[in-house]
């Protein structure tokens, strides 16, 4: 019998399982289930930025999109499952109790939106990153060295503070935090407790400042500095990480019930969603690969020996083995993407389709309006949640298919800023990944990110990257291959569309990206 493994994908709105032939990677089936409480939009206000999602979601959707999927599949495919491995968004932390139950899940607190996760993009907590950056910038070390010098309010520290800030009343069951990522490999296989559940080095290094240099996360002393409330979890955190390639244990026998599975399914870490799509999209040295949708995340890797002692800065950080393991991970990327487009179409009442077309038949000229993409802050480079986005240069004459195409341009300009910063850090990029849904729906944006970069874009044959990614690192975690690279070469499809750039538009780009570049200042 042919083995199976399953990739689970936790994205911003729904989850996602691919069920993957662990030979050759051909997917063989896959379903989506919709968070039912945040597509209502419980707890949550986007006037302060607030998201937050209910532990329930995860658990509710996760077991329906599985069994759907394995429903799908056939009873013959769910037998031969072997391995199950999941990403999430990150950071989308909680606080837990002393057993790591998320606070939401206690009757007293089920509709307090400070004991949920809060989701990836909250940023609630703007004036508790602002005091970890002052204080990490006069610390020695400074923790945020390897997360490209700025702390952002969209990470676990920041965000912890600011719900105990917040809703005094959860101080007394607040025992701990867990990452959504942690958190689902670890109740699949009963091990929750704070203190001894596996964490994932990808979160860990990129959005708690963990790194084996200072002995894993930063010092208490540190924290305390911060703000005496984290003193609540000392004690109750963790020094070590392990790597996607590794095994955190099998199906509990009350889970694979609720899946639908075997007891004997290894279950592997869990892994931020962007990473790990990466890895299904086969990168490489030198390959960036951008994974796009509301907002972007761009990931590179680069060997120990090419990156020596040096530090990047203004990105998301610089993780030993976040992506592959025995390698250099970064991440870097955009607060706002497909957002932007989404925020003009709600405006104009026009679809992006025909927001699409009105901008194609627009000429490219060195007059044309110039935007700024910081409609959610400034993710990289440089960090800034602050920022804002901004449109310059309209008249009376401007049209909706006019402020489109200088959006479009604008993500396009803020993807050339990123490949700048990794490049004059000495990190190659050579040729870009792309994954996610515009890059497979839209021709129009993908051609207009190829010309202003000026590096061809490779479009990954599968709308499944991140769960497909999983699944690889859940073939690796159930023995079948010795690393991630070797999973890559027998599962990676193939690329669809190979975007070229358009030199002969170069001088006009050139001439609107050093606008873009003087309005950014």
């Known amino acids: 019998m042919n083995k199976t493994v399953l990739g689970v994908d936790f994205g911003s709105d729904s989850v996602r399982c691919l069920a993957v032939n662990i030979e050759n990677g051909k997917e063989i089936a ?5 968070y039912p409480r945040w597509k209502r939009r419980e707890f949550c206000n986007p006037s302060i930025g607030q998201y937050r999602q209910h532990p329930l979601d995860y658990v509710e959707s996760l077991i329906k999109c599985v069994r759907e999927t394995l429903e799908i599949a056939g009873e013959n495919i769910a037998k031969s499952v072997i391995g199950i491995s999941f990403d999430t968004t990150a950071s989308t932390p909680a606080l837990v109790d002393r057993a790591g139950t998320p606070l939401a899940l206690l009757p007293e607190y089920s509709d307090n939106p400070d004991a949920m996760f809060m989701l990836w993009k909250d940023h609630t907590s703007i004036e508790e990153s602002d005091r970890i950056n002052e204080i990490a910038h006069k610390h020695s070390p400074d ?4 997360s490209g010098g700025t702390y952002s309010c969209e990470w676990v520290w920041a965000k912890m503070l600011h719900a105990l800030k917040s809703s005094p009343n959860l101080r007394d069951k607040a025992w701990s935090w867990i990452e959504h990522g942690d958190w689902i490999a670890g109740l699949l296989t009963g091990n929750t407790v704070p203190e001894k559940i596996f964490r994932s080095r990808c979160i860990a290094g990129h959005k708690a400042m963990w790194n084996a240099s200072w002995d894993g996360l930063p010092s208490w002393d540190f924290l305390k500095e911060v703000d005496s409330l984290l003193g609540i979890f000392e004690g109750h955190l963790y020094k070590e990480t392990i790597t996607c390639d590794k095994a955190v244990g099998h199906l509990t026998k009350d889970w694979a019930y609720k899946l639908g599975l075997p007891e004997t399914v290894v279950v592997g870490v869990g892994a931020i969603d962007c990473h790990v799509g990466a890895v299904g999209a086969g990168i490489t040295p030198g390959r960036l690969v951008k994974v796009i949708g509301t907002s972007t995340c761009d990931i590179a890797i680069i060997s120990y020996n090419e990156i020596g002692k040096r530090l990047i800065h203004g990105i998301c950080g610089q993780v030993d083995g976040s992506v592959i393991p025995g390698k250099i991970g970064f991440e870097a990327g955009q607060s706002a993407f497909g957002d932007i487009y989404a925020w003009l179409s709600r405006l104009t009442g026009k679809s992006i389709t025909e927001l699409t077309e009105e901008a194609s038949e627009l000429e490219l000229t060195k007059d044309d309006p110039v935007a700024i993409d910081w409609f959610n802050g400034r993710r990289t480079p440089d960090a800034n949640p602050r920022a804002k986005g901004l449109i310059s240069g309209l008249t009376l004459g401007s049209t909706a298919g006019t402020i489109y195409k200088s959006l ?10 990123i490949n700048e910063r990794f490049i004059s850090e000495g990190v190659p990029v050579n040729e870009v990944v792309a994954v996610g849904g515009i890059s497979r729906k839209s021709p129009y944006v993908m051609q207009t990110m190829a010309d202003v970069i000026g590096v061809p ?20 975690c159930a023995g079948e291959y010795p690393n991630i690279e070797m999973a890559q070469k027998k599962m990676t499809p193939g690329y669809g569309t190979t975007y070229a750039p358009d030199y002969g538009r170069d001088e006009i780009y050139n001439s609107l990206y050093d606008r873009y570049k003087e309005l950014s200042k």
């Open 30 to 34: 896959s379903a989506v289930a919709e």
């Open 143 to 146: 923790y945020t060295s390897f």
């Open 408 to 417: 479009v341009e604008a993500t396009a300009f803020g993807s050339r800023a």
């Open 457 to 476: 874009i490779k479009v990954l044959d599968s709308d499944n990257a991140c769960a497909l990614g999983a699944a690889m690192f859940a073939a690796v």
